[in-house]
């Protein structure tokens, strides 16, 4: 695979992991449903994973930033196994309206599922990993507005949990912005 091939699918890869949270964030601010503790952990394992894929972009694909990406999406599908695992009972309910007919739980474990395989096969299929450095290729218009969106969502999202939570834990079942009503 070549070098612009791999960069390429990183960006498209980072794209995604943009509009993911992007999605979490419009779903937060447009119908006021504030994310759980663990919704906040899912969002941190989609952040690991595009920072893993936003270091291949700057620097040049390594097997040590798509490592950092599969265990940013067993953390966060660790996490969001947890979640379904917690409302999978029945009669205890769900947290958050569904999406597309499933919750976003439930979306974050099928996602980082597919983060895992993708990075699995980019580095079974990509033997320039293991080549000597070269100097990185410029970096695509595609790179950049990628590397953008996904700093100004992983900000944006940091931003927000602090609103919510403070410097202290995060409430079980937030219903206000803890930082803005002291």
């Given at each position: 695979m070549t070098d612009k091939i791999s960069r390429s699918l990183d960006a498209l890869g980072l794209l995604a992991i943009g509009l993911v949270l992007a999605?979490?964030?419009?779903?937060?601010?447009?119908?006021?449903?504030?994310?759980?503790?663990?919704?906040?952990?899912?969002?941190?394992?989609?952040?690991?994973?595009?920072?893993?894929?936003?270091?291949?972009?700057?620097?040049?694909?390594?097997?040590?930033?798509?490592?950092?990406?599969?265990?940013?999406?067993?953390?966060?599908?660790?996490?969001?196994?947890?979640?379904?695992?917690?409302?999978?009972?029945?009669?205890?309910?769900?947290?958050?309206?569904?999406?597309?007919?499933?919750?976003?739980?439930?979306?974050?474990?099928?996602l980082f599922t597919l983060i895992v395989v993708g990075s699995a096969i980019l580095l079974l299929f990509d033997a320039r990993l293991d080549a000597s450095p070269a100097d990185p290729e410029p970096i695509s218009t595609l790179a950049r507005i990628a590397l953008v969106l996904f700093a100004l969502l992983a900000v944006g999202n940091a931003l927000s949990t602090f609103l919510e939570c403070g410097l202290g834990l995060c409430p079980d079942n937030p219903t206000e912005y803890e930082m803005l009503h002291q």
């Open positions: 999605v979490a964030f419009a779903d937060q601010l447009l119908n006021h449903e504030l994310p759980c503790p663990l919704c906040l952990l899912q969002r941190v394992g989609f952040v690991l994973d595009g920072f893993g894929l936003a270091m291949n972009l700057v620097f040049r694909p390594r097997a040590s930033h798509y490592g950092l990406t599969i265990l940013g999406a067993m953390a966060g599908g660790a996490v969001a196994l947890r979640q379904i695992l917690l409302h999978v009972v029945p009669g205890t309910g769900a947290y958050g309206a569904p999406f597309l007919g499933l919750h976003f739980y439930t979306w974050a474990a099928i």
